[in-house]
């Protein structure tokens, strides 16, 4: 079992920045990719960035390529997304995930097997 409480939401104007965290429970952190997931107001929820276990590799939407960075920290439990230059559009509740998925699969929606309560990321502009 992989517990994921979120943190780090907020406010932001449009061109700032935000950080995120995740913070597992369990010893078998290690064992998962992990990865954030985002759904806007009246939209379907989207992948946004995923991790491998060792922190290797690393993967994003194309909508937030070059703007979002992924990491983690083993030692911590805990995975990060730093966010740059957030538009309006980037508003969303954000959920923290985990997964031992193989493949492409492991970026939609059935493929994390944990997940986050969420936290509010708002833009205004």
């Known amino acids: 079992q992989v517990q994921l409480v979120e943190s780090g939401g907020g406010l932001v104007q449009a061109g700032g920045s935000l950080r995120l965290s995740c913070a597992a429970s369990g010893r078998t952190f290690r064992n998962y990719a992990m990865g954030w997931f985002r759904q806007a107001p009246g939209k379907e929820r989207e992948f946004v960035s995923r991790?491998?276990?060792?922190?290797?590799?690393?993967y994003y939407a194309d909508s937030v390529k070059g703007r979002f960075t992924i990491s983690r920290d083993n030692a911590k439990n805990t995975v990060y997304l730093q966010m740059n230059s957030l538009n309006p559009e980037d508003t969303a509740v954000y959920y923290c995930?985990?997964?031992?998925?193989?493949?492409?699969?492991?970026?939609?929606?059935?493929?994390?097997?944990?997940w986050g309560p969420g936290t509010q990321v708002t833009v205004s502009s």
């Open positions: 991790i491998s276990w060792s922190g290797g590799s690393t």
């Open positions: 995930t985990a997964d031992r998925t193989i493949g492409i699969a492991a970026m939609t929606e059935s493929g994390p097997t944990y």
